[in-house]
């Protein structure tokens, strides 16, 4: 089984420039995330999608942050304008939404995309 | 408010010894469940094992296991013969609630160094 696919894996730009970040769940998985990781910190959610709405962007910068799930599988994350404060890894990850007992509802990462802003 | 916890920034152990990584979690919710996940240089984060607030016996996955005490609300992650490719970042998790897809609220993270 594939796992979560992201690109690009590093991206340097200046700040105020404009970045994309592309995701690709698991086959199946209907909930996606976006987290950002912070060098020394531990990721924080950015948004949360379930198929192609989205539950929860309460932590979005929305002034300079987007994202959308079109069609309920790949997802796309915006940044613009980029500031310094931005550099970090992206980390996108999707579940298996069922509930039930089985289910611990861990979730699965992709290997992050790693923005330097300058 | 901190809802995740963890104490110790670094450790290191010594190859072929055991290694406790401290967790401690805040939550009024009383159903929850507690993960770990390791996070090698490469950068992808790997589930390790799973705790939930009602399990009666503390969670086993091979080398890992999950000291799990309620009452104290910590959730400490025990790496059993340590290995180099033990080496790496580890995080500790909380989801609150029962609903499955629920975000994970991350702690700061333990580097574990593993010394031959």
């Known amino acids: 089984e594939a796992g979560v696919a992201q690109s690009p894996r590093y991206k340097i730009i200046e700040k105020r420039q404009s970045v994309a970040f592309w995701c690709n769940p698991i086959?199946?998985?209907?909930?996606l995330y976006w987290y950002q990781q912070i060098l020394g910190q531990g990721p924080k959610l950015l948004i949360q999608f379930q198929n192609n709405g989205v539950v929860d962007d309460s932590q979005l910068p929305k002034d300079r942050f987007s994202a959308e799930r079109l069609k309920g599988v790949d997802s796309t994350l915006k940044i613009q304008p980029a500031k310094l404060e931005d550099s970090a890894v992206y980390l996108c990850a999707s579940s298996y939404y069922r509930d039930t007992i089985r289910n611990t509802g861990e979730l699965f990462f992709g290997e992050g995309s790693r923005l330097t802003v300058l | 408010a901190q809802k995740i916890t963890q104490t110790q920034p670094g450790m290191f152990v010594q190859e072929k010894e055991a290694v406790t990584l401290d967790c401690t979690y805040d939550t009024s919710d009383p159903s929850y469940g507690l993960f770990w996940y390791k996070q090698p240089s490469s950068g992808e984060m790997i589930f390790l094992i799973y705790q939930g607030s009602y399990d009666q016996q503390n969670a086993t996955e091979g080398r890992y296991s999950l000291n799990f005490q309620k009452a104290r609300k910590s959730a400490n992650l025990v790496i059993s013969a340590s290995q180099l490719g033990d080496s790496a970042m580890y995080f500790c998790?909380?989801?609150?609630?029962?609903?499955?897809?629920?975000?994970?609220?991350f702690g700061k993270g333990t580097r574990l160094s593993v010394i031959a």
């Open positions: 998790a909380m989801r609150e609630g029962l609903v499955r897809n629920t975000p994970l609220v």
């Open positions: 086959s199946g998985h209907a909930t």
